[in-house]
């Protein structure tokens, strides 16, 4: 009898040891993978958007081909239409927004609110495309934004 219980007090002690180097491994293997695994994701995270050139400006010249159809007709031009120095399509790693630069000064905000309204036409066609429309004045002043079709333009 007591060499039964010797024998399974030795096999209870040699299973606890290898309970215990297994749990070793594991806990060492974790260690060395997840700092891995870690670095893997990093590098390999979501892709930033891929700021494209040459479509910005191909859709730029779309706007304006736009608003020379919809508002600059000759003889029938709104009176806001030749003050357009150009049209631009700046992006970021976050936004990409329609900017038009214009020979405003920063007093002409009703002007500004009249263009950003028409430019907005363009964007409610394209809602998916931009994040925003700034009307910029001389010396590239903000004077009128939009930053949501929800939003008015101010």
Same mark, same amino acid.
């Given at each position: 009898?007591?060499?039964?219980? $010797?024998?399974?007090?030795?096999?209870?002690?040699?299973?606890?040891?290898?309970?215990?180097? +297994?749990?070793?491994?594991?806990?060492?293997?974790?260690?060395?993978?997840?700092?891995? %695994? %870690?670095?893997?994701?990093?590098?390999?995270?979501?892709?930033?958007?891929?700021?494209?050139?040459?479509?910005?400006?191909?859709?730029?010249?779309?706007?304006?081909?736009?608003?020379? $159809?919809? @508002?600059?007709?000759?003889?029938?031009?709104?009176?806001? @239409?030749?003050?357009?120095?150009?049209?631009?399509?700046?992006?970021?790693?976050?936004?990409?927004?329609?900017?038009?630069?214009?020979? %405003?000064?920063?007093?002409?905000?009703?002007?500004?609110?009249?263009?950003?309204?028409? @430019?907005? +036409?363009?964007?409610?066609?394209?809602?998916?495309? @931009?994040?925003?429309? $700034?009307?910029?004045?001389?010396?590239?002043?903000?004077? =009128?934004?939009?930053? =949501? %079709?929800?939003?008015?333009?101010?």
């Amino acid at each position: 009898m007591v060499l039964k219980k $010797r024998a399974a007090n030795k096999q209870n002690r040699a299973d606890k040891k290898t309970e215990r180097e +297994n749990l070793n491994k594991l806990v060492i293997t974790n260690l060395i993978i997840w700092p891995l %695994l %870690l670095s893997i994701a990093v590098i390999n995270s979501p892709d930033k958007p891929v700021i494209d050139t040459n479509k910005n400006q191909q859709q730029a010249k779309e706007i304006q081909a736009y608003m020379k $159809r919809n @508002f600059g007709a000759k003889g029938h031009a709104a009176s806001w @239409f030749i003050e357009i120095d150009d049209i631009e399509i700046s992006q970021t790693d976050e936004s990409r927004y329609i900017a038009v630069s214009t020979l %405003l000064d920063k007093n002409e905000n009703s002007t500004a609110n009249n263009m950003c309204n028409a @430019f907005s +036409n363009y964007w409610m066609e394209h809602q998916s495309e @931009f994040s925003g429309l $700034r009307i910029m004045g001389i010396n590239q002043q903000i004077i =009128s934004y939009r930053y =949501s %079709l929800n939003a008015m333009c101010s």
